[in-house]
């Protein structure tokens, strides 16, 4: 593996750095205002109009991979840019980049049909408009997929959905026009992941009511959101299923795949982060006569940062280029393995930042309660840690059948 960035690669970074510098770090302090004042649930103009900027300068779409839609990027040349973008957590979006929409519009991509695609994707591409995953549910251990009992009943020709869902991310933005919705069509297939199928509903479908919105530690994540969602009696047409019947595991196993390591790629910027936060604390403060600059514990902490840092984005970029050369299937092992270890260092690196600010380290004003939310959580979407260490034990024992 060839570990230099190309000379596209490495223009793109320049230029993105520049955007974030110059237009994204300095409205940092008006987005907050905008988010916090009035409705939680809104557009936000300062993010409207970095898009559109964000468009002009050609910097729009860049996670779709060998696709005519975006910059054409493979995920190992997206990998740098997507950790440029993580360093602020609403960042993503200005690029188009953002979950779940990123993820949503790789399922239209590898599985819609052209109509689907013309009445979904575009917009999408576009940033017209915004959308909705549905898949975990609250009734069932959800890490493992084949337990949903979301239900798609064939009708004549339409599909009548009922069921439950939360945690799905997106339901609460003004501009979700669509969910990506996963249950069962046939739940007593033998074969257990032949049982599932994903399927378009529009959100303004009658049936759909939002339950509540789902906080995380606290944090509401407008104007975004989470949230727990009623599908009672839905009708869609039937031309809405996805690839066909008892092919939404996978679906989701294609969808999950480049999602799993975008948030490992992202968690390596926000580290960084953490890391320069805590550095420029530590040479500004004395303790026991001595800067913490100086103090063991402390270049032990800074350390142990680095080190983690850098062998998660080593393993990120190891992952990303097993996807590009074998695929998502192949390269599964991977794509778990980052998905464990870059949450992980995140939280141990945002730890460090919190203990050498102290008393600040505990308020909003650094940021890291924030961040140790969305690292905690990390740990579970996208499958818990659990799930993916079973996953890479079982991979390893193969070797040995």
């Not at 993010?47 to 995920?75: C, D, I, R, V, Y």
């Not at 968690?267 to 800067?291: D, H, L, N, Y």
Request: aromatic content about 6%.
């Amino acid at each position: 593996m060839n570990f230099e960035h190309s000379q596209k690669v490495q223009d793109l970074q320049a230029r993105l750095q520049d955007f974030m510098a110059t237009q994204v770090e300095p409205n940092e302090a008006r987005y907050a205002d905008e988010v916090a004042t009035g409705e939680r649930w809104k557009v936000i103009p300062v993010m409207e109009e970095l898009k559109q900027a964000a468009q002009q300068a050609g910097l729009w779409n860049l996670f779709l991979p060998e696709s005519g839609h975006g910059a054409g990027l493979t995920n190992l040349e997206y990998a740098p840019l997507c950790e440029i973008m993580g360093r602020i957590h609403w960042a993503p979006e200005v690029f188009n980049c953002a979950a779940p929409d990123t993820g949503n519009m790789e399922t239209l991509e590898r599985y819609g049909t052209e109509a689907q695609q013309r009445r979904w994707m575009d917009p999408l591409l576009a940033g017209e408009i915004r959308s909705c995953f549905a898949m975990t549910e609250p009734a069932v251990a959800s890490s493992d997929a084949t337990n949903i009992e979301c239900r798609i009943e064939r009708q004549g020709e339409k599909y009548l959905i009922n069921g439950r869902k939360w945690w799905s991310t997106g339901a609460l933005h003004p501009k979700c026009e669509l969910f990506i919705v996963m249950g069962k069509t046939d739940p007593d297939n033998p074969q257990r992941h032949r049982q599932q199928s994903m399927i378009l509903v529009p959100r303004d479908t009658p049936g759909i009511r939002i339950v509540r919105w789902l906080p995380t530690f606290g944090y509401d994540d407008a104007p975004h959101g989470h949230a727990e969602v009623a599908f009672d009696n839905v009708e869609v047409p039937a031309e809405n299923i996805l690839l066909g019947e008892g092919r939404g595991f996978e679906i989701a196993q294609g969808r999950l795949g480049p999602g799993r390591i975008h948030h490992a790629m992202r968690a390596i910027g926000q580290a960084e982060v953490a890391m320069e936060s805590m550095c420029r604390r530590v040479k500004q403060r004395t303790a026991f006569g001595k800067p913490l600059a100086e103090q063991t514990v402390t270049l032990e902490r800074i350390a142990e940062a680095r080190i983690g840092i850098d062998q998660a984005r080593l393993l990120v970029l190891k992952a990303a280029d097993r996807m590009d050369k074998v695929g998502n299937k192949e390269a599964a092992a991977e794509i778990a393995m980052i998905k464990v270890a870059a949450p992980n260092m995140l939280q141990r690196v945002i730890d460090f930042s919190i203990q050498a600010h102290g008393g600040a380290g505990m308020t909003d004003d650094f940021g890291h309660g924030f961040a140790a939310a969305n690292a905690r959580a990390m740990r579970i979407f996208d499958g818990p840690d659990e799930v993916h260490r079973n996953q890479i034990g079982r991979i390893e024992l193969k070797k040995y059948a």
